[in-house]
């Protein structure tokens, strides 16, 4: 590079820049605490792409104007990576674990127990990246671990890669390895934004991954939300690395690489498991996918001395945790009408053992889902059953459809009470238009009113709504409360005491309150939120009742829709009349105090995360409802304030990355007892 006619200070400030530049992206990507604000960086950067323009032989490969994604390529070239990129062994019960061990103290002769660091699995692209005097000079997919592909390109575009590495200090030949993975908030509106587009949407957030680095164009990779983790080094040639795989992370990351910040430190095997059983409760809350937890022996002598075995490290193990995806056969399509008349198209599976639960059944949504996956009887389908989310079948295998597999048909008639299917217009809701005529939407609206934030009935389960329904002992909700003992213990597998049982608890829920009450009566987009608005806005059902939309739209986040729905449920003449039959028959509640004027945080979204400690976080989210603030789940820009307590994570950084007040619970309790909040 020709630096000759370029003036001394053009170059002092293009390194200056380069510095600034560089350390703000670190700041930002890598350790999640931004410091330089959005429009200095931008100022910064177009500073040096001017520059640049202007002496085009100051454009080097590791400067942070090279990230937008160079010009395509026809092909990839292949890598051979000189130490080969492992796999890990797999460990699949806390037996399996101990036995890797015991292995490895049989191996090591020695009684004591041994150190390991412990990380979650990342579920990504494994990628070798490979720094030459502090930058980056290619990085190589995994492959078969002895040949991968040349992805440089794609991957200087991601902005957690340094392209230069920050401290001085650094081996002149350095290989890292880690993982490319997408997090679920970016695949998430990835496939958004494909789904509007009516593209092609991505399985997965590794396939994304996947997909993304494939790319040849280095200009869709930098569109992609992608991030690197790092966890081991490969090749290094010069300077000393620390004993301890911990501290070789740690080391990476003042470097400038992402670590994962979850991993830690076990002092025995015993402490790993406890490790595996605390991250599989946190699994679904963290922001990415794992499929297991790598657990290393910590020092780097006694790696040495254990080896490897084929092509795996003896002093490494992968504990799975159970696959959340599994293939299996769609045997049948059944249609559930909901309590809202909504027909559901519901999949019959070959039961198949999937996120710790086997399932029989997964739902298919509606009519459009069924048109996305383009899914057919008799197809070998991919079901997805993450943490407690009811399973979702995401795709179909389409090389494995049989010659006889049938298109699925959707009723135009309701399925149980044969009254006429009707689709909404701009929806891809299709209802049963039978209302309380049909049996399937009167037991679901009976379960509802019995659930346990509506009225709360011990004992009326789902299968008992079902039985008295279907033998004709229970036609509407206020049918409950004419019930007789000698009519319940006639049923089958209901003895004497359970019928008496479950008439006490019908006596207790006749004492309730008015947000209860509302939610109980199912109205459509009334959910418990919007009911306690509606009772604090209102504070009598009377006044309620006789609101009109323009009314009813005063009330906080009630807005023309629900406003409808509301309206139009208190038009219909049955529902009135099972009204007063509720309140015949003894439903009361305390008046509600009318709160119009006294919600000092009415308009406001707070966000609880991390453990409270004196409060429990549903008595926080109370008390913070009834001062009139949302509590949403996650961090945005309308977020007005988080509430963090110990073990807060990505939401607190988001948080402090948006520059938002942020509460320690302390302080939460003491603002909640200013503003009148008895704790
Ligand atoms: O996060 C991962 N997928 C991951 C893969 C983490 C590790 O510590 C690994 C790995 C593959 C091989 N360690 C090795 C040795």
């Given at each position: 590079?020709?630096?000759?006619?370029?003036?001394?200070?053009v170059?002092?400030?293009?390194a200056?820049?380069?510095?600034i530049?560089?350390r703000?992206?670190?700041?930002?990507?890598?350790?999640?605490?931004?410091?330089?604000?959005?429009?200095?960086?931008?100022r910064?950067?177009?500073?040096?792409?001017?520059?640049?323009?202007?002496?085009?032989?100051l454009?080097?490969?590791?400067s942070p104007?090279?990230r937008?994604?160079?010009?395509?390529?026809?092909?990839?070239?292949?890598?051979?990576h000189?130490?080969?990129?492992?796999?890990?062994?797999?460990?699949?019960?806390?037996?399996?674990?101990?036995?890797?061990?015991?292995?490895?103290r049989?191996?090591?002769?020695?009684?004591?127990?041994?150190?390991?660091a412990?990380e979650?699995?990342?579920d990504?692209?494994?990628?070798?990246l490979?720094?030459?005097n502090?930058?980056?000079?290619?990085?190589?997919?995994?492959?078969d671990?002895?040949?991968?592909?040349?992805?440089?390109?794609?991957?200087?575009?991601?902005?957690?890669?340094?392209?230069k590495?920050?401290d001085g200090?650094?081996?002149p030949?350095?290989?890292?390895?880690?993982?490319?993975?997408?997090?679920?908030?970016?695949?998430?509106?990835?496939?958004d934004?494909?789904?509007?587009?009516?593209?092609?949407?991505?399985?997965?957030p590794?396939?994304a991954?996947?997909?993304?680095?494939?790319q040849?164009?280095?200009?869709?990779?930098?569109?992609?939300p992608?991030?690197?983790?790092?966890?081991s080094?490969?090749?290094?040639?010069?300077?000393?690395?620390?004993?301890?795989?911990?501290d070789?992370?740690?080391?990476l990351?003042?470097?400038?690489?992402?670590?994962?910040s979850?991993?830690?430190?076990?002092?025995?095997?015993?402490?790993?498991?406890?490790?595996?059983?605390?991250?599989?409760?946190?699994?679904?809350?963290?922001?990415?996918?794992?499929d297991?937890?790598v657990?290393?022996?910590n020092?780097?002598?006694?790696?040495?001395?254990?080896?490897f075995?084929a092509?795996?490290p003896?002093?490494?193990?992968?504990?799975?945790?159970?696959?959340q995806?599994?293939?299996?056969?769609?045997?049948d399509?059944?249609?559930?009408?909901?309590?809202t008349g909504?027909?559901?198209?519901?999949?019959r599976?070959?039961?198949?053992?999937?996120?710790?639960?086997?399932?029989?059944?997964?739902t298919?949504?509606?009519?459009?889902?069924?048109?996305?996956?383009g899914?057919k009887?008799?197809?070998t389908?991919?079901?997805?059953?993450?943490?407690?989310?009811?399973?979702?079948?995401?795709?179909?295998?389409?090389?494995?459809?049989?010659?006889?597999a049938?298109?699925?048909?959707?009723?135009?008639?309701?399925p149980?009470?044969?009254?006429?299917?009707e689709?909404?217009?701009?929806?891809?809701?299709?209802?049963?238009?039978?209302?309380?005529?049909?049996?399937?939407?009167?037991?679901?609206a009976?379960?509802h009113f019995?659930?346990?934030?509506?009225?709360?009935?011990?004992g009326?389960?789902?299968?008992l709504?079902?039985q008295?329904v279907?033998?004709?002992?229970?036609?509407?909700?206020?049918?409950?409360?004419?019930?007789?003992?000698?009519?319940?213990?006639?049923l089958?597998?209901?003895?004497?005491?359970?019928?008496?049982n479950?008439?006490d608890?019908?006596?207790?829920?006749?004492?309730?309150?008015l947000?209860?009450?509302?939610?109980a009566?199912?109205?459509?987009?009334?959910?418990?939120a919007?009911?306690?608005?509606?009772?604090?806005?209102?504070?009598?059902?009377?006044?309620?009742?006789?609101?009109?939309?323009?009314?009813?739209?005063?009330?906080?986040?009630?807005?023309?829709v629900?406003?409808h729905?509301?309206a139009?449920?208190?038009?219909?003449?049955?529902n009135l009349?099972?009204i007063?039959?509720?309140?015949?028959a003894g439903?009361?509640?305390?008046?509600e105090?009318?709160?119009?004027?006294?919600?000092p945080?009415?308009?406001?979204?707070?966000?609880?995360?991390?453990?409270?400690?004196t409060?429990?976080?549903?008595?926080?989210k109370?008390?913070?409802q009834?001062?009139?603030?949302?509590?949403?789940?996650?961090?945005?820009?309308?977020?007005?304030t988080?509430?963090?307590?110990?073990g807060?994570?990505?939401k607190?950084n988001?948080?402090?990355?948006?520059?938002l007040?942020?509460?320690?619970?302390?302080?939460?309790?003491?603002?909640?007892?200013?503003r009148?909040?008895?704790?």
């Open positions: 590079m020709n630096e000759q006619n370029i003036p001394l200070d170059q002092t400030r293009v200056e820049l380069h510095d530049l560089n703000a992206n670190y700041q930002y990507y890598v350790l999640d605490t931004p410091e330089l604000p959005d429009a200095e960086y931008d910064c950067l177009r500073e040096l792409q001017k520059l640049e323009q202007e002496y085009p032989s454009v080097t490969t590791d104007t090279q937008v994604g160079a010009e395509p390529l026809s092909a990839f070239t292949q890598v051979r000189e130490l080969p990129m492992l796999s890990l062994d797999n460990a699949f019960s806390d037996e399996e674990l101990q036995d890797f061990d015991r292995r490895i049989d191996r090591l002769n020695s009684q004591n127990a041994v150190e390991y412990c979650p699995k990342l990504g692209i494994a990628v070798s490979l720094y030459r502090g930058v980056l000079e290619r990085a190589a997919t995994r492959g671990g002895t040949v991968g592909e040349d992805i440089t390109q794609n991957v200087r575009t991601i902005y957690s890669v340094p392209l590495l920050l200090d650094v081996p030949v350095l290989e890292v390895r880690g993982e490319i993975y997408m997090p679920k908030a970016g695949f998430a509106e990835l496939n934004k494909a789904r509007a587009a009516g593209e092609k949407l991505f399985v997965n590794r396939n991954a996947a997909g993304s680095l494939r040849l164009d280095p200009k869709i990779t930098a569109r992609r992608l991030q690197l983790c790092v966890y080094v490969g090749l290094v040639e010069g300077g000393e690395l620390p004993e301890r795989h911990t070789i992370l740690e080391q990351n003042r470097w400038g690489f992402r670590i994962n979850e991993m830690a430190v076990a002092e025995d095997i015993d402490a790993c498991i406890d490790y595996y059983r605390k991250l599989g409760e946190k699994r679904e809350q963290l922001p990415y996918d794992i297991g937890i657990f290393k022996v020092s780097i002598p006694l790696q040495k001395r254990l080896g075995v092509r795996a003896r002093w490494a193990t992968a504990y799975k945790f159970p696959a995806e599994e293939m299996t056969k769609l045997l399509v059944e249609f559930q009408v909901g309590r909504a027909v559901t198209p519901v999949a599976l070959e039961p198949v053992f999937v996120g710790g639960v086997t399932v029989s059944n997964a298919l949504h509606n009519r459009d889902e069924i048109a996305r996956l899914v009887v008799g197809d389908v991919i079901i997805r059953r993450a943490g407690d989310v009811i399973p979702q079948v995401v795709s179909v295998v389409e090389s494995r459809r049989p010659d006889d049938r298109d699925i048909e959707f009723p135009d008639h309701c149980v009470c044969d009254s006429p299917v689709a909404t217009p701009g929806e891809a809701v299709a209802r049963c238009s039978g209302g309380l005529i049909c049996s399937a939407q009167r037991k679901q009976i379960k019995a659930s346990r934030k509506a009225m709360d009935i011990d009326l389960g789902d299968k709504v079902e008295l279907d033998e004709g002992l229970l036609h509407s909700v206020s049918g409950l409360y004419h019930l007789e003992l000698d009519a319940l213990v006639a089958e597998r209901m003895g004497e005491k359970s019928a008496q479950l008439l608890a019908l006596e207790k829920s006749k004492d309730t309150t947000p209860k009450f509302l939610y009566l199912g109205i459509r987009e009334v959910g418990e919007t009911a306690r608005n509606l009772a604090r806005h209102f504070g009598e059902l009377d006044a309620l009742m006789q609101a009109d939309t323009e009314a009813l739209q005063q009330v906080e986040d009630v807005g023309p629900v406003a729905y509301v139009e449920f208190f038009e219909q003449p049955h009349e099972e007063e039959a509720l309140k015949q439903i009361r509640w305390p008046a105090e009318q709160q119009g004027g006294e919600q945080l009415a308009g406001q979204t707070w966000v609880l995360t991390g453990k409270l400690e409060l429990s976080r549903s008595e926080a109370d008390y913070l009834r001062l009139g603030a949302k509590v949403a789940g996650s961090v945005s820009a309308n977020t007005h988080v509430v963090a307590g110990p807060a994570g990505s607190l988001k948080a402090r990355e948006l520059d007040p942020v509460l320690d619970e302390e302080a939460l309790i003491a603002m909640l007892r200013e009148g909040i008895e704790i």
